[in-house]
């Protein structure tokens, strides 16, 4: 047997569509958002541990200018990066010290609009650091 539809129940059944689709879709919207804003920030976050790692491997084991050797190399490995990222780099000049070197990492946050609506601070930017720690390296 076939079943009929009055036009009545095709127009409230449409409108409802409209109505879930109208709920659902800013919902999407912001999860897609939040998706992009961790994406962004986990790359820079990585892309920040590889270049202090770099950074304080190459300053270790340098004979000369351990230093320059390692910031140069950071930025060799920042290059791919996305934000901005300040290094910094302590190196001693003896054999057996400890290189450090520091790599800060800022993405920008696209909900900080939104957290301000919900009375939270100024949120524009994500931030991070990631520390590598190498032991200098005396032959």
């Known amino acids: ?16 569509d409209m109505v879930e689709g ?7 919207a912001l999860i897609a958002l939040a998706l992009v804003n961790l994406s962004l920030a986990g790359y820079a976050s ?4 590889n270049a202090a790692n770099m950074a304080a491997r190459t300053a270790s084991v ?5 230093v320059g050797q390692g910031l ?4 060799h490995a920042l290059q791919a990066g996305i934000g901005e ?6 190196a ?9 070197a520091t790599v800060s990492w800022r993405v920008p946050n696209f909900f ?16 991070g650091q990631a520390v590598a720690v190498f032991r200098k390296e005396g032959w």
């Open 92 to 100: 001693p000049a003896s054999p057996g010290g400890q290189v450090t």
């Open 112 to 127: 900080g609009g939104l957290l301000r609506l919900f009375g939270a601070g100024s949120g524009d930017v994500i931030s």
């Open 72 to 75: 140069a190399a950071a930025q």
């Open 22 to 28: 109208v709920i659902v879709l800013p919902l999407m």
């Open 62 to 66: 340098a004979q000369s200018d351990p």
């Open 1 to 16: 047997m076939l079943k009929q539809f009055s036009l009545f129940q095709y127009i409230s059944s449409a409108r409802g």
């Open 46 to 49: 990585v892309t920040a541990n």
């Open 85 to 90: 990222y300040d290094v910094a780099l302590a």
